[in-house]
């Protein structure tokens, strides 16, 4: 990790730190906390029928907290390199002490193939190599892959939407990104703390390359056409 990315990492894990406590209220309906991700994410794992699933960037446990209750005699648990938000999640009772580890998601400390499904809700936007994280998941995955993101060519008016893909298609958005965010890659918001800018296509291929089915779900209402996503 060079000192540009490490510096990154330690804005993204302050910021963390210090809105833990108020973290639930400031992301409310996202992620792990939207009913129709949840929704979605549990009519998925009912066609894997998993046994152990881990939750990569856990936050405060809403995400474990849904899935050990909906699916039962599922052994979840999670992996969170914020020790602040491991302790609200013991702290509101969503998680016992002990099933949250601390630790990275771009170094899992498991065995290959270990676990039924590994799952990310929402934080790969907050990591300058998401695709580090995602091949982690890959590896230690024994039937599922699920990752819940955002996506840059959803976000915006239809007309900034087109252009981003557009962009991104002339091979420019880099470089366009590279001047936006005046050459950090990154913006900082009162709400979020850091974010890249990131797309779940952006993993399309890594996912491609080991899996056998894809399945992507939108977590809204859109009206997909033919040449309005980057694959």
């Given at each position: 990790m060079n000192s540009s990315e490490h510096d990154a990492v330690a804005i993204q894990r302050e910021y963390c730190t210090k809105t833990?406590?108020?973290?639930?209220?400031?992301?409310?309906?996202e992620g792990d906390a939207q009913p129709e991700i949840l929704r979605s994410v549990h009519a998925l794992l009912q066609m894997v029928q998993p046994g152990t699933l881990l939750d990569v960037g856990s936050g405060t446990g809403r995400g474990i907290q849904f899935l050990?209750?909906?699916?039962?005699n599922l052994s979840a648990f999670g992996i969170e390199p914020v020790h602040a938000l491991i302790d609200q999640s013991v702290e509101k009772g969503r998680v016992p002490?002990?099933?949250?580890?601390?630790?990275?998601?771009?170094?899992?400390?498991?065995?290959?193939?270990?676990?039924?499904?590994?799952?990310s809700f929402a934080i790969l936007h907050h990591v300058r190599e998401p695709n580090k994280i995602v091949r982690e998941m890959l590896r230690v995955a024994r039937k599922a892959v699920l990752i819940v993101g955002s996506?840059?060519?959803?976000?915006g008016s239809w007309a900034a939407r087109v252009l981003k893909l557009a962009l991104y298609k002339m091979g420019l958005w880099r470089v366009v990104n590279y001047v936006?965010?005046?050459?950090?890659?990154?913006?900082?918001?009162?709400?979020?703390g850091l974010a890249y800018s990131y797309s779940v296509y952006d993993s399309f291929d890594c996912l491609a390359s080991a899996a056998a089915h894809l399945v992507v779900n939108p977590a809204g209402a859109v009206k997909?056409?033919?040449g309005s996503t980057p694959c």
């Open positions: 833990a406590a108020q973290y639930d209220a400031m992301h409310a309906g050990r209750g909906a699916i039962p002490a002990g099933i949250t580890l601390q630790g990275s998601g771009g170094a899992l400390p498991f065995k290959d193939a270990s676990i039924d499904v590994v799952c996506n840059r060519f959803g976000q936006k965010t005046r050459g950090k890659g990154y913006m900082i918001s009162e709400g979020d997909a056409k033919s």
